[in-house]
Each structure stands twice: as C-alpha cells, then as structure tokens.
T-cell receptor, first 115, second 114 residues
Framework: DTEVTQTPKHLVMGMTNKKSLKCEQHMGHRAMYWYKQKAKKPPELMFVYSYEKLSINESVPSRFSPECPNSSLLNLHLHALQPEDSALYLC??????????????FGPGTRLTVL | DQQVKQNSPSLRVQEGRISILNCDYTNSMFDYFLWYKKYPAEGPTFLISISSIKDKNEDGRFTVFLNKSAKHLSLHIVPSQPGDSAVYFCAAGGSGGGADGLTFGKGTHLIIQP
C-alpha cells in the first residue's frame, strides 16, 4: 500500500480566513513533505519533516505554518493568504532511508483557491 | 537556475512504439533520480527510480538509463499504450541521504496516438 491521503480535495478561502490542509499516511514512513504546484509548473518544495521534526523550510512565508502531530499526520495551517497562493498543494511521504533511493509517494493534492 | 531540465514540453508517439523522455541535470550532488507520471489535478504517481551508482533500471515496460558523466537520464516506455498519455516529471534527490526535497523538471507531456 503506497497511499497518501489529503483532505480536503478542494478549498476556497478568503484572504482573512484561517484553514488547514491535512495529510495522512500509514506506510510507516518517517519523512513527510509539502509541495506547491502552480498550473503548468513543476512541484516546488515547501517543507520537510523528518521524524516529526521540521528539517527543511524553503523560505516559505509565515502565512503557511506546518505541523506534524505524529509520524502519520502532517498539517498545513493557512492564514491571511493572498490570491497568488492559489495552487495545488501536494503532500508526500518517504521512509527517510539513508542508504539508498528514498522514494517519495504523493497524495492527490488539495486544490486551493484564495479569493 | 534550473537544476533539472526537461527540454521537450511535449512528445507524440504512436501506440506500440517506443517513447523516450529525456532529462538533464546540472547539480552533481544529486545522487538519485525518479520519474513520476501525472494527470491534471492529481498527485504525481511514482514510476521508477535509479541510484547514481547504477546506469540502468528496468521495471516492466519502463526502463531508466543514467549517464552520469553527461548528467543525463532518459525514460524508455515500450511498447507505448494509450494509458501512458500524461505529463512525465523527472525529479532528482540530493546526496544527504534520507529526507530530502526533490527538485523537479518542468515535465514532458506525452501523447500516445492510436
């Protein structure tokens, strides 16, 4: 089973709203990731969690706040977003192996629209 | 500066023939490479990967070749099927081992024609 689930599938929010994106995996993976993908562009890394600790933050604005409550869950809290933040937000997970290829498995994404 | 490049935005191949998708990279610190298939508004689906210590990896109809000296890899799909029509992303991971963000190319839209 290589399933990563994400909720909600679609989200529309105003610039003053606070919302959260959720991601879950039950593959025993110890690394989880958030990527952002704009239309006709490749996915771009936002955050990496390794063993529930934030290990990489790619200079993402503070209006995006990640949280990893346990090894199976990853949240992305959103506050005061801008219309240009509208995109497909992808969650991924991997074993966090240190000796070989560490394949990342992606969820279906959350399509976010900021009005 | 693009560290992973897919120079063909689209590729048309006849059903049953071989599809060859190319990818170049500039960062010599990358030590593993992956190919993902993606449909619109869906997450990328992992296809196949290769470590930098190998030059070929095969899985069913999919074969990835790595030429480390040329910093070039390619994905061969043979025979091509209509269900292969999608955007294919080449991605690279660094040498730190373990959790490491992937760097993606811009993708190649493969269209399989009957």
């Amino acid at each position: 089973d290589t399933e990563v689930t994400q909720t909600p599938k679609h989200l529309v929010m105003g610039m003053t709203n606070k919302k959260s994106l959720k991601c879950e995996q039950h593959m025993g993976h110890r690394a989880m990731y958030w990527y952002k993908q704009k239309a006709k562009k490749p996915p771009e890394l936002m955050f990496v969690y390794s063993y529930e600790k934030l290990s990489i933050n790619e200079s993402v604005p503070s209006r995006f706040s990640p949280e990893c409550p346990n090894s199976s869950l990853l949240n992305l809290h959103l506050h005061a977003l801008q219309p240009e933040d509208s995109a497909l937000y992808l969650c991924a997970s991997s074993h966090d192996k240190r000796t070989t290829t560490d394949t990342q498995y992606f969820g279906p994404g959350t399509r976010l629209t900021v009005l | 500066d693009q560290q992973v490049k897919q120079n063909s935005p689209s590729l048309r191949v006849q059903e049953g023939r071989i599809s060859i998708l190319n990818c170049d990279y500039t960062n010599s610190m990358f030590d593993y490479f992956l190919w993902y298939k993606k449909y619109p508004a869906e997450g990328p689906t992992f296809l196949i990967s290769i470590s930098s210590i190998k030059d070929k990896n095969e899985d069913g109809r999919f074969t990835v070749f790595l030429n480390k000296s040329a910093k070039h890899l390619s994905l061969h799909i043979v025979p091509s099927q209509p269900g292969d029509s999608a955007v294919y992303f080449c991605a690279a991971g660094g040498s730190g081992g373990g959790a490491d963000g992937l760097t993606f190319g811009k993708g190649t839209h493969l269209i399989i024609q009957p």
